[in-house]
Each structure stands twice: as structure tokens, then as C-alpha cells.
């Protein structure tokens, strides 16, 4: 399936219909975030389905892929809901991962693509102010 739509519609379909098991709305949820990691409903959907300790490096990598598009920049909700997620997890070694490899563009991304004075600017400074200094 490449047509998202045609993806969105299956989900909501069975969701529904309750004619899926979670095992398999979690393959299904997992397969189309990667092939359209940028969309939100369903990134924040398979993340509450991560719920435990042991997916935490997923829940983590879905963030901050997610994150990277532009098309959220100004998302207030989604970058608070980040900054809760990742004052608990700031310590875990996939938060330093993820965080190595966007650490030369992120601060520059965040801080020029933004209205100053934005709910979405003071969550990402906060975020901004948590991986430089755990990351030192």
C-alpha cells in the first residue's frame, strides 16, 4: 500500500470494527509510521500503544523523527508532550543517540523556524536546555 489514505482507511477501519488484535494494529500502526513517519495522528497513536519500558528506544526514535518536520515546528501540544516524555527519559542511551545525530542542526532548526514568543518556542528552548546539559 502506498497511497497513505488508503493506509488511514484500513486503520480506522478496523479500529472500528474492533476486527483487529493488538498485536496486529501495532504491526499495522509500525508499518505505515515508517513509511510516513511525519504524520502525527498516527506516530502519537503508536506510541501510547509502546507502553512499556522495553519499547522506550522506539517510543524514543518515533519522537524525534516525527519531530524533524517541518510541518510541526509550530505544534505547541506535540512539542510539550515531548518535553514531558523527555524530562523522565533525558537519561536513557537511545535519547543520546538520537540526540547525536541531530545535535549540529537542531538547535539552529529550532531556534530560526519559529515565532519567538510561541508555547512551541518555550518547549523546545526547555527541550534545547535538557540535551545540552545531559548530553555534556
Known amino acids: 500500500m502506498d497511497n497513505?489514505?488508503?493506509?488511514?482507511?484500513?486503520?480506522?477501519?478496523?479500529l472500528e470494527n474492533g476486527s483487529i488484535d493488538?498485536?496486529?494494529l501495532l504491526?499495522?500502526?509500525?508499518?505505515?509510521?515508517e513509511r510516513w513517519p511525519s504524520n502525527k495522528s498516527h506516530a502519537l497513536a503508536l506510541i501510547r500503544m509502546l507502553s512499556t519500558e522495553s519499547q522506550l528506544d522506539k517510543r524514543t526514535t518515533i519522537y524525534f523523527n516525527l519531530l524533524d518536520y517541518s510541518?510541526?515546528?509550530?505544534?505547541?501540544?506535540l512539542w510539550s508532550e515531548f518535553e514531558a516524555f523527555l524530562a523522565l527519559n533525558v537519561n536513557s542511551e537511545m535519547v543520546r543517540r538520537?540526540?547525536?545525530?541531530r545535535q549540529s542542526w537542531w538547535p539552529a532548526y529550532l531556534r530560526d523556524s519559529h515565532s519567538p514568543v510561541s508555547n512551541a518556542h518555550i518547549s523546545q528552548r526547555n527541550i534545547l536546555n535538557l540535551l545540552c546539559?545531559?548530553?555534556k
Open 4 to 14: 497513505p489514505n488508503a493506509h488511514i482507511y484500513l486503520y480506522d477501519f478496523c
Open 22 to 24: 493488538k498485536e496486529e
Open 27 to 33: 504491526k499495522l500502526l509500525t508499518e505505515f509510521n
Open 71 to 77: 510541518c510541526h515546528m509550530e505544534d505547541a501540544e
Open 98 to 101: 538520537e540526540w547525536l545525530t
Open 133 to 135: 546539559k545531559h548530553r
